[in-house]
């Protein structure tokens, strides 16, 4: 069997901007917990793995058992862009791997760390999420 060798590539501003943007984008909707927003970003059929919930086998069991438990507790959720690599796929999305940082709102640790595993797929014009898995730092 042959594998395929790829290359990740940093994720920096400008470069796959499409990219950057859907990161940006879903970086505001958890620090607004606008929920319609992210929901706007995920395919409806997306499998997660997140914080709270172990796993999520639709977007509404996202955003219900994951996002709605934790989006409150966020502040200044951000997506750390120089950490970013980039496996882009020839269908014009790829998969992200990203840090992540938060001040933990009313929790004795304070800042939480984190990342995330990001597998972005383009429907039509439109890059949507179908996997996603947010986890603290070990």
Known sequence: ????????????????????????????????????????????????????????????????????????????FTFIHSSALFIPDELGGGAVLIQWSTKADGEAEGNRHGRATLLLRKFDDKILCVHSHFSLMP
């Open 1 to 76: 069997m042959t594998m395929n060798v790829f290359e990740p590539l940093p994720l920096a501003k400008g470069a796959h901007q499409h990219i950057c943007h859907w990161l940006d984008e879903f970086q505001a909707a958890v620090r607004s917990e606008k929920y319609h927003k992210g929901r706007a970003l995920f395919n409806e059929s997306v499998i997660s793995f997140g914080t709270i919930r172990a796993r999520a086998d639709s977007l509404d069991d996202l955003m219900e058992n994951q996002w709605k438990l934790r989006w409150p507790q966020n502040v200044d």
